[in-house]
């Protein structure tokens, strides 16, 4: 066999992945990147981790082998949602990359997210790129990116390709890392010329408007598909996450022809024309919490989802608000299943009883949430620890198969009618071993209260008789009045009626 022009390069592979709710209380620390809260997976540490998963790294990793690379895996990153990354562990993955770059390297795999805020920067992602092409000017890169990037000039010009999920929930995060990187090993081999293009539009659209099966992201997704099916390399809509409130937060699209300028900006073009035209398709109207309560009772089939999609933990949401969990309790409603309430504290009062026997604690509502000026209300509560494990299990749903979900220390509180999952770590549910793992089988509920958006869908949606949106309270609200955009450009729908 004709040996592989790649043979041999040398391929740094990494993630670091963070979506940045600058409203967020909760705090972003290194160790918030590691898989178990703790350690953060770095050289071979990372392969481990990440090898055989349902994600961008994972997808690299592959591709890279089939090219029969040599791999350096730095650092693979992944916190959960939440405020600005603090600058010292910002550093402590840009070095890991940077340094294993200047080792020498042929060519550079990452797997992002595209809307990372530190302390100090508005672009984690597009000043790390900066920084690697600096190290190496040349250096071919390819990157893979969440739907919900915030798209920058820094990261588009400081890269090859990039490739940007079509799902929400992210079902297909292998298969953006796949695309990108079959297109950078094409160009690697002079197959291809890739000619990337971007833009944006001033629309803050909403995440609980960009599921892929719904009006309007849908359709902007097919059109991108179209795109790529009439021979674009890649195609990619960008619904944004309007809660990093940076100026470039929003809505975007990155094209790449082969060797086409033109034809890569026409489709942006028509992309970006087609998302404006849908902006008020992008905004969600909540009802009340009690007017959707008091009408669920009455829906036939089982189990009815409750989604508390105002403090989403996968959006930076504390996910210990009770307003959703004390409006279901107030209404009567039984054979409830919650998941969850982030609350390790009432984890360690549900340890020292332990399983089968009676508590009362004090749950969630321990966070603070100064951006939107709630102060955290607890609920004083009483029922049995039905169980308690580690809060790790397999994820088995399409969204990052193969990979560990670490809830930390959870369990399980009884009220009799109600059963309240509490956890340590934040997690948003969209697997239904979130609750099998707790001794809860959700197909046998008649609710169940997710602290979720889109993700559920994933796994739940297959068993959902009923999913009915509600408004709890948190910094994941759908209602802008709530917060106090300073950053974002402006004027920009709908915060601007233009
Ligand atoms: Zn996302």
Redesign the pocket.
Known sequence: MAKLITSGMRAVIAMMQH?TNTFSPVPTPFSRFGTNGIDVPCGNDALKSFDGTGTGFGAFVDIARSADMELATPIAGNAAPSGPVESEAYSAMTDAICESISKGCDVCFLDL?GAMVTESLADGEGELLRRIRSIAPDLPIAISL???ANLTEAMVENCDIIVG?KT?P?IDMYGAGEHSGRLMLRMLNSEIDPFMTWGNIPLLAQTLRMGHSDIPMGPLIDAARNYEKGGLLAASIFGG?PLADISEAGMSAVTISNGDLQQAKDARDALLESAWDYRHDFIFESLPIKETIGEVRNLSGSPILLLDHADNS?SGGTQDTTAALAAVINSNLEDVAVFAICDPVAVAEMTAVGVGNEITVSLGGKTDMPSISHVGEPLVLSGKVHSLTDGSFQITAEMGKGTWAAMGPSGVLDLGTIKIAVISRHTEPFDLGHLQSLGIEPTQCRFILLKSRIHYRAGFRAIAAHEIPISGVGVTSSDNDLFDFKNVRRPIFPLDQI
Request: hydrophobic content about 30%.
């Open positions: 979506e997210h969440d739907l919900h999920y929400y992210h996450f996968a």
